[in-house]
């Protein structure tokens, strides 16, 4: 049964994990650096690539021991060669290109945004393409056709910030602490979502994209106002992003009728509030409603591993110049949205 080996460093989560082509994780570690960044209220590039030099060699021969297996016994390597702060990237991927050397394996340079789009084909193996996938990260924000691997086609993007921007900001504008999101999510559990009149971004606009830019100043002031109590703002908050999320979400799907599922990925996906409007929204539509459980939303190697499994199937590996990427789109054909700038 193949067996691939996964490093993910495209953020400030450093992880390696070993997943095999029937499905199962045969091991696999996560070392957040969270502590590192909350005295700066989000992610320091230079602090991240750092600690990824310094955990990730550790982190592969610890995951090998525990699993049994050595480098001779892996089918492939994949990393996460792009989107992402570059610094950590190129670290992932030169340590993935060593390892494959020195052991003769094929390379596989996932791109991130791609092992977040099939990751609920690891848990769900009776997911067939195409889905429509809601992809909601710190970096994006996208609504995607996946037609199969390889295959994406972009029906909407933000053109302003991702949703998990806007709650890392929100949260920072409150006081909430690093990461912003599930303390926004905790902060929201005893607030009235009703409290704080907030826009709702392009909503009934017909467009089909997203913007959160206004919406995160909305909270700044009536933050500044003293409109409500921060659990109320929060909540507020939180609702917002949920309406707008669902009301493009529920456009895509009316654009895309030959859609199997709705599937949701990403780290906002760990998102409880979300995945409810999204759950409701599919069975309006009769659709199966696939969202991966909340540790393989967020940057994880099991997600990299499982994409160079389905990768390696059909034969698409990569050479040991496969370059690192800081922005890679999964469709780079699709059009720019309107006033998007380099993150659509």
């Keep these: ?42 992610v320091v590039p230079e602090i991240a690539a750092r600690a990824h030099v310094e955990v990730l060699s550790p982190m592969v021969a610890r ?33 993935a290109k060593a390892l494959a050397l020195a052991a003769s394996k094929p390379l596989i340079a996932v791109n991130h945004l791609e092992g977040h789009a099939l990751s609920p084909r690891l848990v769900a193996p009776d997911l067939a393409f195409p889905y429509l996938l809601l992809l909601v990260s710190g970096g994006h924000c996208q609504l995607l056709a996946v037609e199969g691997v390889g295959r994406y086609r972009r029906l909407a993007t933000t053109i ?41 971004p392009l909503v009934g606009s017909g467009e089909p994209h997203f913007s959160f830019a206004g919406l995160k ?14 659990p109320d703002l929060a909540a507020s908050f939180q609702q917002a992003v949920v309406d707008c999320l669902a009301d493009r ?3 895509a799907l009316e654009a895309m009728p030959e859609a199997t599922a709705l599937v949701v990925a990403g780290g906002v996906a760990a998102n409880g509030a979300i995945r409810g409007a999204l ?3 599919a069975d ?15 940057d994880n190697a099991a997600m990299i591993a499982w994409a160079g499994a389905e990768r390696l199937a059909l034969g698409l590996t990569d050479g040991l110049d496969a370059p690192a990427r800081a922005r890679w789109p999964l469709d780079p054909d699709a059009a720019p949205a309107r006033g998007a700038g380099v993150k659509a």
């Design 1 to 42: 049964m193949t067996l691939v080996l996964g490093l993910e460093s495209s953020c400030d989560e450093t992880a390696v994990a070993l997943v095999r082509a029937d499905r199962t994780i045969v091991a696999r570690h996560v070392a957040s650096q969270d502590a590192d960044h909350r005295p700066y209220g989000g």
């Design 217 to 230: 100043t909305a909270v700044l002031r009536a933050s500044q106002a003293d409109a409500a109590p921060v």
């Design 160 to 200: 302003d910030d991702a949703a998990g921007e806007a709650f890392d900001k929100v949260a920072k504008i409150l006081g909430l602490g690093f990461p912003g999101g599930p303390a926004v999510e905790r902060a929201a559990a005893a607030g009235n979502p009703r409290a704080v009149k907030l826009p709702r």
């Design 63 to 95: 995951t090998l021991e525990e699993a049994g297996v050595g480098l001779a016994e892996i089918d492939a390597i994949a990393a996460t060669a792009g989107p992402g702060l570059i610094g950590g990237v190129m670290i992932g991927l030169v340590t």
């Design 249 to 251: 979400t529920r456009l």
């Design 284 to 298: 309006t539509h009769g659709l199966p409603f696939v969202a991966p459980p909340q540790w393989l939303c967020t």
């Design 279 to 281: 759950q409701t929204l």
